[in-house]
Protein backbone atom coordinates (compact mmCIF):
# COMPACT_ATOMS: atom_id res chain seq x y z
CA UNK A 1 0.00 0.00 0.00
CA UNK A 2 1.41 3.48 -0.93
CA UNK A 3 1.19 6.17 1.40
CA UNK A 4 0.00 9.50 -0.47
CA UNK A 5 -0.52 12.59 0.13
CA UNK A 6 -3.91 14.53 0.61
CA UNK A 7 -3.25 16.48 -2.60
CA UNK A 8 -2.70 12.62 -4.57
CA UNK A 9 -5.73 11.62 -3.13
CA UNK A 10 -8.01 14.60 -3.96
CA UNK A 11 -7.18 13.46 -7.97
CA UNK A 12 -9.55 11.82 -10.09
CA UNK A 13 -6.89 9.65 -11.04
CA UNK A 14 -6.28 8.17 -7.22
CA UNK A 15 -10.01 6.64 -7.80
CA UNK A 16 -9.65 2.71 -7.28
CA UNK A 17 -6.26 2.97 -5.72
CA UNK A 18 -5.64 1.56 -1.62
CA UNK A 19 -4.11 3.77 -0.11
CA UNK A 20 -2.52 5.21 2.77
CA UNK A 21 -2.85 8.64 4.47
CA UNK A 22 -1.58 10.97 7.04
CA UNK A 23 -2.65 14.15 8.40
CA UNK A 24 -5.00 16.42 10.82
CA UNK A 25 -8.47 15.96 11.33
CA UNK A 26 -10.33 19.05 10.86
CA UNK A 27 -13.93 18.38 11.41
CA UNK A 28 -15.66 15.21 12.07
CA UNK A 29 -19.31 14.85 11.41
CA UNK A 30 -21.27 11.94 12.84
CA UNK A 31 -23.67 10.48 10.29
CA UNK A 32 -27.28 8.82 11.86
CA UNK A 33 -26.54 5.73 9.79
CA UNK A 34 -23.43 5.03 11.80
CA UNK A 35 -20.72 6.34 10.52
CA UNK A 36 -18.21 9.57 10.46
CA UNK A 37 -17.20 11.69 7.87
CA UNK A 38 -13.29 13.16 8.60
CA UNK A 39 -11.87 16.31 7.03
CA UNK A 40 -8.63 15.17 6.63
CA UNK A 41 -5.94 18.03 6.16
CA UNK A 42 -1.72 17.24 5.36
CA UNK A 43 -0.76 20.68 3.94
CA UNK A 44 -0.35 19.33 0.55
CA UNK A 45 -2.47 21.55 -0.58
CA UNK A 46 -5.58 23.85 0.30
CA UNK A 47 -8.18 21.56 -0.11
CA UNK A 48 -9.08 18.52 2.44
CA UNK A 49 -9.89 15.09 1.63
CA UNK A 50 -12.85 13.59 2.93
CA UNK A 51 -12.45 10.52 4.96
CA UNK A 52 -15.66 8.26 5.20
CA UNK A 53 -15.14 5.94 7.97
CA UNK A 54 -17.76 3.31 8.62
CA UNK A 55 -19.16 2.05 11.99
CA UNK A 56 -17.88 -1.28 11.25
CA UNK A 57 -14.22 -0.18 12.21
CA UNK A 58 -13.01 -2.10 14.95
CA UNK A 59 -12.28 1.04 16.77
CA UNK A 60 -14.99 2.96 15.55
CA UNK A 61 -17.21 3.22 18.85
CA UNK A 62 -14.51 3.69 21.13
CA UNK A 63 -11.90 6.00 19.08
CA UNK A 64 -13.17 7.41 15.76
CA UNK A 65 -16.23 8.49 17.05
CA UNK A 66 -14.49 10.67 19.38
CA UNK A 67 -11.98 12.12 17.01
CA UNK A 68 -11.02 15.64 18.02
CA UNK A 69 -10.08 18.81 15.44
CA UNK A 70 -6.74 18.84 15.44
CA UNK A 71 -5.61 15.53 15.99
CA UNK A 72 -3.61 13.19 14.08
CA UNK A 73 -4.12 10.29 11.93
CA UNK A 74 -3.20 7.73 9.89
CA UNK A 75 -5.87 6.46 7.42
CA UNK A 76 -6.04 3.75 5.57
CA UNK A 77 -8.34 2.80 2.77
CA UNK A 78 -9.64 2.84 -1.11
CA UNK A 79 -10.57 6.22 -3.10
CA UNK A 80 -14.10 5.88 -4.59
CA UNK A 81 -14.97 8.92 -7.22
CA UNK A 82 -17.02 11.18 -4.67
CA UNK A 83 -20.60 11.90 -4.98
CA UNK A 84 -20.57 14.85 -3.12
CA UNK A 85 -19.78 18.14 -5.01
CA UNK A 86 -16.71 20.37 -4.85
CA UNK A 87 -15.02 17.43 -4.29
CA UNK A 88 -13.51 14.67 -7.16
CA UNK A 89 -12.75 12.06 -4.50
CA UNK A 90 -13.37 10.56 -0.85
CA UNK A 91 -11.57 8.01 1.18
CA UNK A 92 -13.41 4.17 2.33
CA UNK A 93 -11.56 4.05 5.70
CA UNK A 94 -10.22 0.43 6.28
CA UNK A 95 -8.70 1.52 8.98
CA UNK A 96 -8.10 4.72 11.38
CA UNK A 97 -5.16 5.32 13.67
CA UNK A 98 -4.96 7.52 16.17
CA UNK A 99 -1.94 8.94 16.54
CA UNK A 100 -2.31 12.45 18.99
CA UNK A 101 -5.00 13.57 20.72
CA UNK A 102 -5.86 17.25 20.76
CA UNK A 103 -7.84 18.44 24.13
CA UNK A 104 -10.50 20.09 22.50
CA UNK A 105 -11.10 21.82 25.77
CA UNK A 106 -7.46 23.46 25.12
CA UNK A 107 -6.61 23.22 21.57
CA UNK A 108 -7.05 26.72 20.12
CA UNK A 109 -7.72 26.08 16.66
CA UNK A 110 -11.01 24.66 17.80
CA UNK A 111 -13.37 27.21 15.48
CA UNK A 112 -12.65 28.78 12.15
CA UNK A 113 -12.30 32.90 11.60
CA UNK A 114 -9.43 33.39 14.06
CA UNK A 115 -8.19 36.60 13.50
CA UNK A 116 -4.58 37.08 12.45
CA UNK A 117 -3.52 38.98 15.33
CA UNK A 118 -4.71 36.27 17.25
CA UNK A 119 -2.88 33.21 15.11
CA UNK A 120 0.40 35.62 15.71
CA UNK A 121 0.45 34.54 19.10
CA UNK A 122 -0.14 31.41 18.20
CA UNK A 123 2.65 31.29 15.54
CA UNK A 124 3.49 27.64 16.36
CA UNK A 125 0.22 26.35 15.44
CA UNK A 126 -1.04 28.41 12.34
CA UNK A 127 0.59 26.42 10.16
CA UNK A 128 -2.48 24.37 10.63
CA UNK A 129 -4.56 26.81 9.33
CA UNK A 130 -6.08 27.34 5.77
CA UNK A 131 -4.36 30.94 5.47
CA UNK A 132 -0.96 29.91 6.80
CA UNK A 133 -0.57 26.63 4.34
CA UNK A 134 -1.70 29.48 1.49
CA UNK A 135 1.36 31.60 2.75
CA UNK A 136 3.78 28.53 2.79
CA UNK A 137 3.01 27.00 -0.43
CA UNK A 138 3.26 30.72 -1.90
CA UNK A 139 6.38 31.57 -0.11
CA UNK A 140 7.59 28.03 -0.91
CA UNK A 141 6.89 28.42 -4.99
CA UNK A 142 8.32 32.62 -4.98
CA UNK A 143 11.83 30.95 -3.55
CA UNK A 144 11.89 27.98 -6.17
CA UNK A 145 10.91 30.81 -8.84
CA UNK A 146 13.78 33.05 -7.62
CA UNK A 147 16.35 29.98 -8.28
CA UNK A 148 14.17 28.98 -11.60
CA UNK A 149 14.69 32.24 -12.94
CA UNK A 150 18.20 32.91 -12.23
CA UNK A 151 19.91 29.50 -12.94
CA UNK A 152 18.39 29.42 -16.26
CA UNK A 153 19.83 32.64 -16.70
CA UNK A 154 23.51 31.40 -15.89
CA UNK A 155 23.64 33.21 -12.48
CA UNK A 156 26.09 31.86 -10.17
CA UNK A 157 24.21 31.38 -6.69
CA UNK A 158 26.81 32.91 -3.89
CA UNK A 159 26.37 32.92 -0.22
CA UNK A 160 27.32 36.12 1.30
CA UNK A 161 27.83 36.14 4.89
CA UNK A 162 25.73 36.72 7.74
CA UNK A 163 27.85 37.90 10.30
CA UNK A 164 29.79 41.23 8.70
CA UNK A 165 31.87 44.26 9.74
CA UNK A 166 30.31 46.52 6.94
CA UNK A 167 27.15 48.73 6.98
CA UNK A 168 25.93 47.92 3.46
CA UNK A 169 23.44 50.49 3.60
CA UNK A 170 25.10 52.85 6.11
CA UNK A 171 21.94 53.67 8.04
CA UNK A 172 23.65 52.69 11.17
CA UNK A 173 20.85 50.32 11.33
CA UNK A 174 23.01 47.21 12.85
CA UNK A 175 22.39 44.46 15.51
CA UNK A 176 25.47 43.91 17.10
CA UNK A 177 27.33 40.40 17.58
CA UNK A 178 29.65 39.90 20.35
CA UNK A 179 30.68 37.91 22.89
CA UNK A 180 31.86 40.52 25.03
CA UNK A 181 30.12 40.20 28.77
CA UNK A 182 27.64 43.62 28.57
CA UNK A 183 27.93 43.60 32.80
CA UNK A 184 31.51 43.24 32.29
CA UNK A 185 33.17 44.89 29.01
CA UNK A 186 36.84 44.89 28.38
CA UNK A 187 37.86 48.90 28.49
CA UNK A 188 40.58 51.06 26.92
CA UNK A 189 40.45 54.61 27.40
CA UNK A 190 37.41 54.59 28.74
CA UNK A 191 35.42 52.69 26.19
CA UNK A 192 34.30 49.10 25.55
CA UNK A 193 37.49 47.68 23.79
CA UNK A 194 35.87 45.82 20.86
CA UNK A 195 39.65 44.44 19.87
CA UNK A 196 39.16 42.03 22.49
CA UNK A 197 35.56 40.61 20.98
CA UNK A 198 35.30 37.59 19.29
CA UNK A 199 36.32 39.19 16.07
CA UNK A 200 38.88 41.56 17.33
CA UNK A 201 36.37 44.47 15.85
CA UNK A 202 32.41 45.11 16.27
CA UNK A 203 30.47 42.65 14.21
CA UNK A 204 26.82 42.95 13.36
CA UNK A 205 24.42 41.45 11.04
CA UNK A 206 24.12 41.70 8.03
CA UNK A 207 21.51 44.21 6.30
CA UNK A 208 22.32 43.38 3.00
CA UNK A 209 24.84 40.80 1.03
CA UNK A 210 25.06 43.20 -2.00
CA UNK A 211 29.01 44.04 -0.80
CA UNK A 212 29.91 40.53 -0.94
CA UNK A 213 28.00 39.81 -3.78
CA UNK A 214 29.78 42.47 -5.85
CA UNK A 215 33.02 41.09 -5.52
CA UNK A 216 31.86 38.18 -7.26
CA UNK A 217 30.12 39.55 -9.83
CA UNK A 218 33.66 41.57 -10.33
CA UNK A 219 35.18 38.26 -11.58
CA UNK A 220 32.14 35.37 -12.44
CA UNK A 221 29.80 37.74 -13.98
CA UNK A 222 26.32 37.27 -13.03
CA UNK A 223 25.52 35.75 -9.36
CA UNK A 224 22.92 36.39 -6.73
CA UNK A 225 22.72 35.93 -3.13
CA UNK A 226 19.13 34.65 -1.09
CA UNK A 227 19.30 34.77 2.34
CA UNK A 228 18.20 36.02 5.58
CA UNK A 229 19.00 40.60 6.34
CA UNK A 230 18.89 42.14 9.48
CA UNK A 231 18.11 45.68 10.60
CA UNK A 232 17.63 47.13 13.70
CA UNK A 233 14.63 49.88 12.46
CA UNK A 234 12.30 50.90 14.48
CA UNK A 235 9.84 50.85 12.05
CA UNK A 236 6.23 49.41 13.05
CA UNK A 237 4.18 49.34 9.98
CA UNK A 238 2.74 46.12 8.32
CA UNK A 239 6.02 46.33 5.86
CA UNK A 240 8.91 46.14 7.93
CA UNK A 241 10.55 43.25 9.96
CA UNK A 242 13.69 43.33 11.67
CA UNK A 243 14.42 40.06 9.85
CA UNK A 244 13.53 39.39 6.47
CA UNK A 245 14.88 37.57 3.09
CA UNK A 246 16.37 39.25 0.50
CA UNK A 247 16.87 38.33 -3.21
CA UNK A 248 20.33 39.98 -4.59
CA UNK A 249 21.32 39.69 -7.90
CA UNK A 250 24.53 41.09 -8.76
CA UNK A 251 25.55 41.60 -12.68
CA UNK A 252 28.98 43.07 -14.24
CA UNK A 253 28.66 44.74 -17.33
CA UNK A 254 25.07 45.79 -16.15
CA UNK A 255 23.88 49.17 -16.44
CA UNK A 256 20.79 50.96 -14.61
CA UNK A 257 18.53 50.18 -17.91
CA UNK A 258 19.82 46.16 -18.07
CA UNK A 259 19.02 46.27 -14.18
CA UNK A 260 15.62 47.49 -14.75
CA UNK A 261 14.76 45.20 -17.44
CA UNK A 262 16.04 42.00 -15.45
CA UNK A 263 13.97 43.56 -12.28
CA UNK A 264 11.16 43.59 -14.24
CA UNK A 265 11.82 40.47 -16.19
CA UNK A 266 12.26 38.98 -13.12
CA UNK A 267 8.97 39.96 -10.88
CA UNK A 268 6.81 39.15 -14.18
CA UNK A 269 8.22 35.27 -13.95
CA UNK A 270 7.76 35.15 -9.75
CA UNK A 271 4.15 35.97 -10.38
CA UNK A 272 3.51 33.61 -13.86
CA UNK A 273 4.73 30.69 -11.82
CA UNK A 274 2.46 31.75 -8.58
CA UNK A 275 -0.68 31.79 -11.13
CA UNK A 276 0.60 28.34 -13.06
CA UNK A 277 1.79 26.69 -9.38
CA UNK A 278 -0.35 28.22 -6.51
CA UNK A 279 -3.92 28.73 -8.58
CA UNK A 280 -5.81 27.19 -5.47
CA UNK A 281 -4.19 29.13 -2.77
CA UNK A 282 -4.52 32.33 -5.15
CA UNK A 283 -8.26 31.43 -5.52
CA UNK A 284 -8.13 30.94 -1.31
CA UNK A 285 -6.52 34.67 -1.31
CA UNK A 286 -9.34 35.52 -3.83
CA UNK A 287 -12.10 34.53 -1.56
CA UNK A 288 -11.03 35.07 1.88
CA UNK A 289 -8.34 38.18 1.83
CA UNK A 290 -8.60 40.36 -1.63
CA UNK A 291 -10.76 39.50 -4.26
CA UNK A 292 -9.27 41.48 -7.10
CA UNK A 293 -5.85 39.37 -6.87
CA UNK A 294 -5.97 37.63 -9.66
CA UNK A 295 -7.22 40.78 -11.75
CA UNK A 296 -3.93 42.96 -10.16
CA UNK A 297 -1.25 39.77 -10.91
CA UNK A 298 -2.84 39.24 -14.88
CA UNK A 299 -2.26 43.36 -15.22
CA UNK A 300 0.78 43.47 -14.10
CA UNK A 301 1.96 40.48 -16.64
CA UNK A 302 -0.48 42.71 -19.31
CA UNK A 303 1.76 46.18 -19.43
CA UNK A 304 4.98 47.01 -19.49
CA UNK A 305 6.27 49.12 -16.35
CA UNK A 306 6.50 52.64 -16.27
CA UNK A 307 9.70 54.38 -15.79
CA UNK A 308 9.48 57.24 -14.14
CA UNK A 309 12.44 59.54 -12.95
CA UNK A 310 12.20 60.77 -9.36
CA UNK A 311 12.14 64.72 -10.19
CA UNK A 312 8.93 63.37 -12.66
CA UNK A 313 7.75 61.47 -9.79
CA UNK A 314 7.92 64.40 -7.32
CA UNK A 315 6.31 66.72 -9.71
CA UNK A 316 2.90 64.64 -10.67
CA UNK A 317 2.79 64.23 -6.75
CA UNK A 318 2.77 68.01 -6.00
CA UNK A 319 0.34 68.52 -8.83
CA UNK A 320 -2.04 65.46 -7.76
CA UNK A 321 -3.70 67.90 -5.42
CA UNK A 322 -3.40 65.78 -2.81
CA UNK A 323 -2.74 66.92 0.78
CA UNK A 324 -0.50 64.49 2.33
CA UNK A 325 1.00 63.15 5.86
CA UNK A 326 4.06 64.01 4.89
CA UNK A 327 4.59 66.98 2.31
CA UNK A 328 6.35 65.88 -0.75
CA UNK A 329 9.31 68.31 -2.19
CA UNK A 330 12.18 67.48 -4.22
CA UNK A 331 15.17 65.60 -2.19
CA UNK A 332 12.64 64.64 0.92
CA UNK A 333 12.34 60.70 0.95
CA UNK A 334 9.06 59.58 -0.62
CA UNK A 335 6.86 57.77 1.63
CA UNK A 336 4.36 55.09 1.30
CA UNK A 337 1.44 56.94 0.81
CA UNK A 338 3.31 58.75 -2.13
CA UNK A 339 4.69 55.31 -3.23
CA UNK A 340 1.51 53.94 -3.52
CA UNK A 341 -0.24 57.05 -5.06
CA UNK A 342 2.07 56.61 -8.14
CA UNK A 343 1.31 53.19 -8.16
CA UNK A 344 -2.18 52.42 -7.48
CA UNK A 345 -3.99 55.58 -8.37
CA UNK A 346 -1.65 57.94 -10.55
CA UNK A 347 0.07 54.79 -13.34
CA UNK A 348 -2.33 52.19 -11.86
CA UNK A 349 0.74 49.64 -12.68
CA UNK A 350 4.37 48.93 -11.20
CA UNK A 351 6.14 51.73 -11.50
CA UNK A 352 9.97 52.01 -11.37
CA UNK A 353 11.44 55.49 -10.35
CA UNK A 354 14.63 56.07 -10.87
CA UNK A 355 17.55 58.79 -10.43
CA UNK A 356 17.20 59.83 -7.18
CA UNK A 357 18.86 62.22 -5.05
CA UNK A 358 22.28 61.47 -4.17
CA UNK A 359 21.49 62.60 -0.39
CA UNK A 360 18.94 59.84 -0.03
CA UNK A 361 20.82 56.89 -1.12
CA UNK A 362 23.66 54.88 -0.23
CA UNK A 363 27.23 55.89 -0.94
CA UNK A 364 27.90 52.83 -3.45
CA UNK A 365 25.38 54.21 -5.92
CA UNK A 366 26.63 55.62 -9.27
CA UNK A 367 26.92 59.22 -9.36
CA UNK A 368 25.13 61.09 -12.21
CA UNK A 369 26.46 64.09 -14.19
CA UNK A 370 24.22 66.57 -13.11
CA UNK A 371 26.11 66.18 -9.65
CA UNK A 372 22.54 66.05 -7.95
CA UNK A 373 21.53 62.49 -8.74
CA UNK A 374 22.23 58.90 -8.67
CA UNK A 375 21.40 55.97 -10.47
CA UNK A 376 19.31 54.43 -8.26
CA UNK A 377 16.02 52.98 -9.30
CA UNK A 378 13.40 51.45 -7.02
CA UNK A 379 10.28 49.70 -8.06
CA UNK A 380 6.76 50.49 -6.66
CA UNK A 381 4.01 47.58 -7.00
CA UNK A 382 -0.04 48.49 -6.68
CA UNK A 383 -0.84 47.22 -2.53
CA UNK A 384 2.97 47.23 -1.12
CA UNK A 385 4.62 50.00 -2.50
CA UNK A 386 8.53 49.68 -2.66
CA UNK A 387 9.26 45.94 -3.43
CA UNK A 388 12.62 46.18 -4.89
CA UNK A 389 15.12 48.92 -4.28
CA UNK A 390 18.45 48.60 -6.57
CA UNK A 391 21.19 50.74 -8.49
CA UNK A 392 24.12 50.94 -11.18
CA UNK A 393 27.25 50.86 -8.55
CA UNK A 394 29.63 53.52 -8.54
CA UNK A 395 32.92 51.79 -10.30
CA UNK A 396 35.04 55.21 -10.34
CA UNK A 397 37.61 54.73 -7.14
CA UNK A 398 37.71 58.90 -6.73
CA UNK A 399 34.10 59.27 -6.56
CA UNK A 400 33.71 56.17 -4.13
CA UNK A 401 35.52 57.38 -1.81
CA UNK A 402 34.53 61.04 -2.51
CA UNK A 403 31.02 59.65 -2.09
CA UNK A 404 32.02 57.54 1.55
CA UNK A 405 33.57 60.89 2.90
CA UNK A 406 30.39 62.72 2.09
CA UNK A 407 28.05 59.73 4.06
CA UNK A 408 30.70 59.93 7.02
CA UNK A 409 31.88 56.51 6.14
CA UNK A 410 35.52 55.80 6.96
CA UNK A 411 37.20 54.44 3.18
CA UNK A 412 39.44 52.19 5.82
CA UNK A 413 36.91 50.16 6.81
CA UNK A 414 36.00 49.71 2.84
CA UNK A 415 39.65 48.95 1.22
CA UNK A 416 38.70 45.40 0.00
CA UNK A 417 35.71 46.92 -1.42
CA UNK A 418 37.48 49.57 -2.99
CA UNK A 419 40.09 47.25 -4.84
CA UNK A 420 37.19 46.44 -6.70
CA UNK A 421 37.43 49.56 -8.50
CA UNK A 422 41.08 49.83 -8.05
CA UNK A 423 41.71 46.57 -10.04
CA UNK A 424 39.84 45.75 -13.05
CA UNK A 425 37.03 47.79 -12.13
CA UNK A 426 33.53 47.38 -14.57
CA UNK A 427 30.05 49.28 -14.95
CA UNK A 428 28.01 47.05 -12.89
CA UNK A 429 24.40 47.28 -11.07
CA UNK A 430 21.79 44.94 -9.15
CA UNK A 431 19.21 45.00 -6.77
CA UNK A 432 17.37 43.68 -3.71
CA UNK A 433 14.16 41.99 -4.32
CA UNK A 434 12.05 42.07 -0.13
CA UNK A 435 10.90 38.27 -0.25
CA UNK A 436 7.88 38.89 2.36
CA UNK A 437 6.79 42.22 0.45
CA UNK A 438 6.70 40.09 -2.70
CA UNK A 439 4.33 37.77 -0.73
CA UNK A 440 2.15 40.44 0.61
CA UNK A 441 2.15 40.96 -3.51
CA UNK A 442 0.90 38.11 -4.65
CA UNK A 443 -1.56 37.45 -1.80
CA UNK A 444 -2.99 40.71 -0.67
CA UNK A 445 -2.29 39.50 2.81
CA UNK A 446 -2.32 43.13 4.69
CA UNK A 447 0.23 42.65 7.31
CA UNK A 448 3.68 41.52 6.61
CA UNK A 449 4.32 40.08 10.08
CA UNK A 450 1.55 37.21 8.13
CA UNK A 451 3.74 35.73 5.36
CA UNK A 452 7.00 34.93 7.52
CA UNK A 453 6.86 32.33 9.79
CA UNK A 454 7.94 33.57 12.51
CA UNK A 455 8.29 37.60 12.73
CA UNK A 456 10.63 39.73 14.55
CA UNK A 457 9.81 43.00 15.35
CA UNK A 458 10.50 45.35 18.37
CA UNK A 459 9.51 44.03 21.23
CA UNK A 460 8.85 40.47 19.76
CA UNK A 461 11.11 37.79 19.10
CA UNK A 462 8.59 34.66 20.16
CA UNK A 463 9.41 31.31 19.23
O1 LIG B 1 16.08 49.09 -0.69
P1 LIG B 1 16.92 48.18 0.17
O2 LIG B 1 17.32 48.67 1.49
O3 LIG B 1 18.17 47.81 -0.75
C1 LIG B 1 19.27 47.13 -0.37
O4 LIG B 1 19.44 46.59 0.68
C2 LIG B 1 20.27 46.98 -1.46
N1 LIG B 1 21.59 46.66 -0.86
C3 LIG B 1 19.82 45.93 -2.44
C4 LIG B 1 20.77 45.73 -3.60
O5 LIG B 1 20.90 46.61 -4.41
N2 LIG B 1 21.41 44.58 -3.66
O6 LIG B 1 16.13 46.81 0.35
C5 LIG B 1 15.72 46.05 -0.77
C6 LIG B 1 14.33 45.51 -0.56
C7 LIG B 1 13.25 46.57 -0.41
O7 LIG B 1 12.81 47.05 -1.64
C8 LIG B 1 12.17 45.81 0.32
O8 LIG B 1 11.44 44.98 -0.57
C9 LIG B 1 12.97 44.91 1.24
O9 LIG B 1 14.25 44.77 0.66
N3 LIG B 1 13.10 45.48 2.58
C10 LIG B 1 12.40 45.07 3.64
N4 LIG B 1 11.46 44.12 3.78
C11 LIG B 1 10.94 43.93 5.01
N5 LIG B 1 11.30 44.63 6.10
C12 LIG B 1 12.26 45.60 6.02
N6 LIG B 1 12.63 46.26 7.12
C13 LIG B 1 12.84 45.86 4.75
N7 LIG B 1 13.79 46.71 4.30
C14 LIG B 1 13.94 46.47 2.99
MG1 LIG C 1 15.01 50.83 -0.50
Redesign the pocket.
Known sequence: MDTISVSDARRAEAVGRTVRLRGWVRTRRDSKGGFSFLELNDGSCQGNVQVVAPGELPNYEAVVKHLHTGASVAVDGEVKASPAKGQATEVLASRVELLGDADPETYPLQKKGHTFEFLRTIAHLRPRTNTFGAVARLRNQVSKSVHDFFQERGFLYVHTPIVTASD??G?G?LFRVTTIDPDAPPRADGKVDYSKDFFGKPAFLT?????Q?ETFACGLGKVY?FGP?F?A?N?NTP????????V???MAFFDLTDNMDLAEAFLKRVITDALAHCHDDLEFFRDRVDKGVFDRLRGVLANPFMRVPYTAAVDILLKSGKTWEYPVAWGKDLQSEHERFLAEQHFDCPVILYDYPRTLK?F?MRCNDDGKTVRAM??LVPG?G??????Q?EERLDVLEGRMREQGLNPDGYQWYLDLRRYGTVPH??????????VLFLSGMAN?RDVIPFPRTPGNAEF
Open positions: CEAEVSGQLATTRESRHLAEFWMEPEPYDVVEIIGGSRSGFGLGLERTI
